[in-house]
């Protein structure tokens, strides 16, 4: 359904990403991406169906789990004949790529077979399907782009910070499983930092080396070694140098969903009183009473280091990149003012 400029485009990005994983020029096994819009621009529709059509029963393709499932609340026919144009573009490889083989998920079982049974009935040859469990979480639910909280390997739709993030965060069962997907480390280290990791399940050593790995591999050293500092801003030992060092789109990353504020640039250049900040030109304590006593309970951080001048200014000199000022109250409690 998009264009021919949309589809090239998204075929670009799509191969600047999956050479991470492959190589693209290393002679007779390179990898190479082909686009099956080169085969089908100049296959009529009459074509198709006396050619490719005749092959497959319209019994044959009801049975399929895919075609079967969503029968029942309708299926128009460009979907139904999807399971053709996947089975002649295995047809259509084997042929003049010498693909004999074809990987998808569970759910491309029926649509892979297809192609196999084409190149069987229409040139005797043979071709072979291996689908593997489609990746889902420990509640059952699938590791995919439809759900929420999903993960891109692309840096604009998910960062280095936030792709560390959600490795770091996976739950025990799901790590042990995502572990053996996604590492390339043997069964006999996963195993030993599995040992390891039920020995102290709160170091998180699964979460962490899986995040390592998976982060390095699909971004960079760089971008893991940022991450991992980002990630230690937020739950380690960090100072406003460290805050210093990062770029508005780190920032607002690291705090995404912490209270924000926003507050008037004329406002901080000519300084407000500590107390009017937390609790009257924002809300991070109800009232300048609960303030006063957060200060004195040395609870509050100004970009990352203690402040507790109750006549204390807040003022340009505070604003990290420009921008933000960084309020923790207590010990893990994160409020982002945005001067603008």
């Not at 079967?68 to 053709?84: A, D, I, P």
């Not at 990062?246 to 407000?272: H, S, Y």
Request: overall charge negative; some cysteine.
């Amino acid at each position: 359904m998009l264009s021919e400029d949309v589809l090239n485009y998204n075929l670009s990005c799509q191969k600047k990403q999956l050479e991470k994983f492959l190589d693209f020029n290393c002679g007779e096994n390179s990898a190479e991406i082909v686009n099956n819009y080169d085969w089908f621009k100049d296959f009529s529709f009459l074509g198709f169906i006396r050619d490719v059509g005749k092959y497959i029963t319209v019994n044959y393709m009801m049975a399929k789990d895919s075609v079967k499932n969503r029968l029942e609340n309708g299926m128009s026919f460009t979907e139904f004949s999807y399971q053709l144009v996947q089975g002649y573009d295995f047809y259509y490889l084997w042929k003049n790529k010498g693909v004999k083989l074809q990987l998808g998920g569970s759910d491309q079982w029926g649509n892979i077979v297809t192609g196999t049974e084409l190149i069987r009935k229409k040139e005797g040859g043979e071709a072979f399907a291996i689908t593997t469990q489609l990746i889902k979480k420990a509640d059952g639910t699938k590791f995919g782009k439809s759900e929420n909280g999903n993960i891109w390997l692309d840096a604009k739709k998910t960062s280095p910070y936030k792709f560390y993030q959600f490795w770091l965060n996976a739950s025990d069962e799901d790590v042990k499983s995502w572990i053996r997907v996604f590492s390339l480390k043997n069964k006999n280290e996963i195993e030993a930092l599995e040992l390891e990791h039920d020995a102290a399940p709160h170091l998180r050593t699964l979460q962490k080396c899986l995040a390592d790995e998976i982060t390095e591999r699909v971004h960079s050293k760089q971008d893991l070694e940022q991450a991992i500092k980002s990630s230690e801003i937020l739950f380690g030992k960090a100072t406003k140098e460290n805050l210093e060092q990062l770029n508005e789109t780190e920032i607002l990353d690291i705090f995404d969903g912490v209270p924000t504020f926003k507050i008037a640039k004329d406002k901080i250049e000519n300084g407000v009183n500590i107390l009017d900040l937390l609790a009257v030109e924002t809300t991070i304590l109800s009232s300048k009473g609960d303030a006063k006593k957060m200060l004195q309970q040395n609870g509050i951080a100004i970009n990352m280091e203690k402040f507790s001048d109750l006549n204390g200014t807040i003022n340009a000199d505070f604003l990290v990149n420009q921008k933000f000022i960084i309020i923790k109250k207590g010990k893990k409690e994160f409020s982002l003012i945005v001067v603008d």
